[in-house]
């Protein structure tokens, strides 16, 4: 079976673009999550879907936001992008919202911005 | 607000010797407990979890921890590493009430010497 696949696996963009990055979850996982982690830091938690719902939200500006799609895919979407968002972005899935539910990660897309 | 405090950023042992890797949480709610391993340039793994019940949780690839409610502590062990157990190793904590998201720990590295 396929795990949590995220595309693209490596990024290089430049200050105040825009970048999309995608995440497939594993066959009938319905929720996603994404968090960021930095070069020597534990990932930090950005956002939660479930059901195409937005079910939780990290202290990350409003230049950040994601979306679910009906197949259960996610989109996360950074805007205006500064140096400091140069990080290891993860995508996380499980069966359901919670927590309880264990998570299963993906790769992670690498994200540099110059 | 939860945090996760791993105390030992790096931890070099033999082959073969024990190991604890320790952990510290902050919380003042009921809280689900994960130990997570990443392997270089791979995502997350889970190694084990504490939902309820049993304190001592027993994990994958020969890993335990024990859930000290009073120490707010649910440090790692392995009897024997090997060479194969180098990796990054995150501690983390999820709000019962609110599951949503994963706290992690900042990560202790695991050096394993010959």
């Known amino acids: 079976d396929a795990g949590v696949t995220q595309s693209p696996t490596h990024l290089i963009k430049t200050r105040g673009q825009h970048v999309t990055l995608r995440c497939s979850p594993i066959s009938g996982h319905k929720s996603v999550s994404w968090y960021q982690q930095v070069l020597g830091q534990g990932p930090q938690f950005i956002f939660q879907?479930?059901?195409?719902?937005?079910?939780g939200r990290g202290n990350f500006p409003d230049r950040f936001s994601a979306r679910q799609f009906p197949n259960y895919s996610s989109e996360l979407n950074v805007n205006a992008l500064l140096l400091g968002d140069s990080a290891l972005y993860l995508c996380?899935?499980?069966?359901?919202?919670?927590?309880?539910?264990?998570?299963?990660f993906g790769p992670g897309t690498r994200l540099t911005v110059l | 607000a939860q945090s996760v405090t791993q105390l030992d950023s790096q931890v070099p042992v033999f082959e073969e010797a024990p190991v604890e890797l320790r952990c510290n949480y902050s919380s003042s709610v009921s809280v689900y407990l994960f130990w997570y391993v990443q392997y270089p340039n791979q995502g997350l793994q889970l190694l084990l979890k504490y939902l309820s019940g049993s304190t001592l949780v027993k994990g994958i690839n020969g890993f335990e921890a024990e859930f000290n409610k009073s120490q707010t502590s649910f440090h790692l062990r392995k009897p024997s590493v090997h060479i194969s157990d180098t990796a990054e190793y995150f501690c983390?904590?999820?709000?019962?009430?609110?599951?949503?998201?994963?706290?992690f720990g900042k990560g202790t590295r695991l050096h394993i010497l010959p």
């Open positions: 983390a904590v999820s709000d019962k009430s609110r599951d949503d998201k994963i706290i």
């Open positions: 996380a899935s499980s069966l359901q919202g919670s927590t309880y539910n264990e998570q299963f």
């Open positions: 879907y479930y059901e195409k719902e937005e079910r």
